[in-house]
């Protein structure tokens, strides 16, 4: 098996997206200097600065690793849970 990047992997991941519940919620005015954080640590990438500075968040790509509610607390999620039996990441890679 040739080498693959985190990209290539992540992308090989099925992801089941509960529109009825979001697993995470956000505080989209928070700490800014927390949110950064957040933008920096995301595996998945889902905290984004948009080009007006606001905080843009989807939990659809959730790696479930819990990053976010440990490297900000309640401070900038607002609350998070894992999703609902039979949803959310599906890992295809191990």
């Known amino acids: 098996m040739e080498d693959m990047t985190v990209e290539q992997k992540l992308a090989v991941d099925k992801f089941h997206v509960d529109e ?9 005015d928070a700490d ?7 933008v920096k640590l995301c595996p998945a990438g889902l905290y984004v600065i948009d080009e ?12 479930e690793c819990g990053t976010c509610l440990v490297a900000a607390g309640d401070t900038v999620v607002k609350s998070w849970s894992y999703p609902r ?7 295809r890679l191990g």
């Open 32 to 38: 800014p200097a927390m949110i950064a954080r957040l």
């Open 85 to 91: 039996g039979g949803m959310g990441v599906e890992f």
């Open 52 to 63: 007006n500075g606001e905080l843009t968040f989807d939990y659809a790509g959730c790696l």
């Open 20 to 28: 009825e519940f979001a697993h995470i919620e956000v505080d989209k």
